[in-house]
């Protein structure tokens, strides 16, 4: 049987009996080279009948073969090239032919002279053969050879063509990049990004696990896999575009989200809601947004919601940002981060409030995902509740109380008061419950300022004025009208002009004593002892 018919058939050989040449020419040929060959013919001696083996998963394919083939019939002269390195390693492997895996092991030493292109090209062909290829150590030598080249362009010189003698040396063609398109900083530390576009995700995989295990710049990492994935997806299939997705999701996993692109992270979510990604990589992405929403902005947050559901926006996807946000508790949050938070969802709260499809369940849930902590003021989370019942006018009377228990009373300017006291697109008892937290409030105040006082050394002797604050004080009624709450103000400050006036009466009154001391003292010393 002729060679090319063989490899027409995957690789499909016969070994008999019957006195054919061609089969005892194999069979004393590739025998002597091949353990697994060797082994087959061997149980087949003594059989009158026709034998056939068939290699359908041969790495490299018919190429594959016809490599091993010339080696065994030119004995063991082969030339070995980036080109059929690889093919040639799993070959020797598959077919246990130690002489042949002696001569590719020898040729690992020729990497770092190997050309920037001739790496390349080694490794495109390596990954047809993954991953029967992954295993092998000719792989990680590409790899790491790849990296330090990588690396020490980005580090050192402009020009990729630096050689050292530890195996892990940079010998770039000159064809590769000019030096001149090489001055930018910016270019040295991405000029690979686009020849390493088309390798496949699984050798991505591990070219970017080694790349950590390295310590290389994880923000030039994630710079590389957004580039990757935007690369692939202009000639990429509905469900190809789903797998790069989450193959970059899991790299940048293993990255410091500090290095990552908030922006980009946006990017690669909007795209994969139109992609079936896993429940998996949408909670990974998911994850690494929230964890960093104090970064976001009024329009990251607008996402459209999904098919099938009637909100405008998809509330359920920011209130998982938002636990995703909180992550192992307040605590662990900065205070300036749960600040930024919550002017962001104040602005997202008075953009979501309108819709009139949003129940109070989950606008009420919006505004209680964050902490008190969260604002300074709750201003902004009234103006969006106004807005809500304003649209929602046909709530009832309890669905409307428990959308107001998001509000924090205390935390209203007087001017927000004022308006919510008139306001009657609120309930009235939200408006009584206001001003009451208010008032109570302000009490506590005058009791603080009559205690500063009593304590001050200073105005002891007005302690009986600053008495009189404090048992008025106590005698406020709380009611319902704003009016006497500005009433209450106005006597407050009141109150503060006459103890400024008691403090001014009482250091004149002390500077006259002191005085009439300093001279009952000096003329007791001008008279003179009668007797000693």
């Known amino acids: 049987m002729r060679l090319d018919s063989w490899l027409s058939f995957n ?33 087949s001696e003594g059989v009158a009948l026709r034998l056939k083996v068939i290699f359908n998963d041969f790495p490299g394919g018919a190429e594959g073969f016809e490599l091993i083939t010339r080696f065994c019939y030119s004995k063991r002269k082969v030339i070995i090239t980036p080109l059929n390195i690889f093919n040639l390693t799993c070959a020797a492997h598959f077919m246990e032919m130690e002489n042949l895996s002696d001569l590719t092991e020898k040729s690992l030493q020729e990497v770092r002279y190997w050309s920037w292109h001739e790496l390349l090209a080694a490794l495109k ?44 040396g940079i010998r770039l063609s000159c064809d590769t990049r000019s030096t001149e398109s090489l001055k930018s900083g910016a270019f040295r530390a991405t000029w690979w990004f686009e020849d390493l576009v088309a390798f496949g995700t699984d050798l991505i995989q591990m070219l970017v696990k080694l790349m950590v295990a390295k310590n290389f710049d994880n923000g030039i990492i994630s710079r590389f896999l957004f580039y990757y994935q935007k690369s692939r997806f202009a000639s990429a299939s509905a469900d190809d575009k789903a797998k790069i997705i989450e193959a970059v999701v899991d790299m940048l996993g293993s990255l410091d989200l500090r290095c990552v692109s908030y922006r980009s992270l946006f990017g690669m979510l909007r795209v994969g809601l139109n992609t079936s990604l896993s429940q998996c990589t949408r909670d990974k992405l998911e994850g690494m947004i929230g964890s960093q929403l104090d970064q976001a902005t009024l329009d990251d947050l607008l996402v459209p919601s999904p098919v099938g559901t009637s909100c405008l926006y998809d509330v359920n996807l920011v209130l998982r940002f938002l636990k995703s946000f909180l992550g192992k508790g307040v605590c662990c949050v900065p205070l300036s981060r749960l600040r930024k938070a919550g002017a962001l969802m104040d602005l997202f709260l008075a953009e979501v409030a309108p819709d009139p ?40 009377e309890d669905q409307k109380m428990k959308v107001c228990c998001g509000l924090t009373y205390e935390k209203l300017s007087p001017q927000a008061l004022d308006h919510l006291t008139r306001n009657t697109n609120f309930p009235p008892k939200s408006a009584v419950q206001a001003v009451a937290s208010q008032q109570h409030k302000l009490k506590s105040l005058l009791q603080d300022t009559s205690h500063a006082t009593l304590t001050s050394p ?66 007791a010393k001008s008279v003179p002892r009668l007797c000693s």
């Open 11 to 43: 690789a499909l050989f016969s070994v008999s009996d019957n006195g054919i040449r061609a089969s005892s020419i194999f069979e004393r040929v590739v025998s002597s080279y091949s353990g697994k060959i060797s082994r087959l013919v061997g149980k």
């Open 125 to 168: 062909k390596c990954q047809e053969l993954l991953p029967r290829a992954g295993s092998l150590a000719l792989l990680d030598k590409c790899l790491d050879s790849l990296i330090g080249r990588v690396a020490s362009s980005c580090e050192t010189s402009p020009s990729p063509s630096v050689s050292s003698s530890d195996g892990s």
């Open 357 to 396: 499809r949003l129940k109070p369940s989950k606008f009420l849930a919006l505004i209680i995902a964050l902490p008190d902590s969260a604002r300074d003021s709750c201003d902004g989370v009234y103006y969006a509740v106004n807005l809500y019942l304003e649209v929602h006018s046909g709530l009832s």
């Open 458 to 523: 200073l105005l002891e002797a007005a302690s009986g004025g600053s008495k009189q604050v404090v048992l008025y004080a106590k005698k406020f009624n709380l009611t319902d009208e704003n009016e006497k709450l500005k009433a209450h103000l106005q006597g407050m400050q009141w109150r503060v002009v006459e103890l400024e006036k008691v403090c001014r009466k009482m250091q004149v009154q002390m500077t006259k004593v002191m005085k009439s001391r300093m001279a009952s003292h000096n003329s």
